[in-house]
């Protein structure tokens, strides 16, 4: 879902200048917590379970509710991209990003490590 916000944003900030284009993006966390209790937002396609031993797929949506921004600056060509919040947002998005990633890739670390210790 970080990836899929950073889409969004950089679609808002690719967009700063299109006439009447209008600012978007979603509540994160919102989107989580419907993911881990399993609620798909809108639109969403369930998986196709084809033998007994698949996951069903419950809770790994990864979508969310995409919604306008709401309108922090007027502007006469009706645009609502305000790049100081695209900015700032963006940058939140990455750095929330890196640090999943750099705990994601520990754990793995962690568990090859155990998995190499036993082996032996």
Do not use: C, W
Not at 21 to 35: G, P, T, V
Not at 89 to 105: E, F, P, R, S
């Amino acid at each position: 879902m970080r990836v899929q916000r950073h889409q969004l944003l950089a679609s808002n900030i690719a967009n700063a200048d299109t006439p009447n284009y209008k600012a978007r993006d979603f509540d994160f966390s919102a989107a989580m917590q419907n993911a881990l209790a399993g609620r798909a937002a809108s639109g969403a396609m369930p998986l196709a379970r084809t033998a007994g031993g698949h996951l069903s797929g419950e809770g790994m949506t990864g979508s969310a509710h995409v919604q306008y921004r709401k309108e922090t600056q007027s502007a006469v060509d009706g645009n609502t991209v305000d790049m100081d919040v695209e900015r700032a947002q963006i940058a939140d998005n990455a750095i929330q990003y890196q640090i999943l990633t750099q705990l994601i890739g520990d754990k793995f670390k962690g568990l090859r490590s155990a998995m190499a210790g036993t082996q032996g």
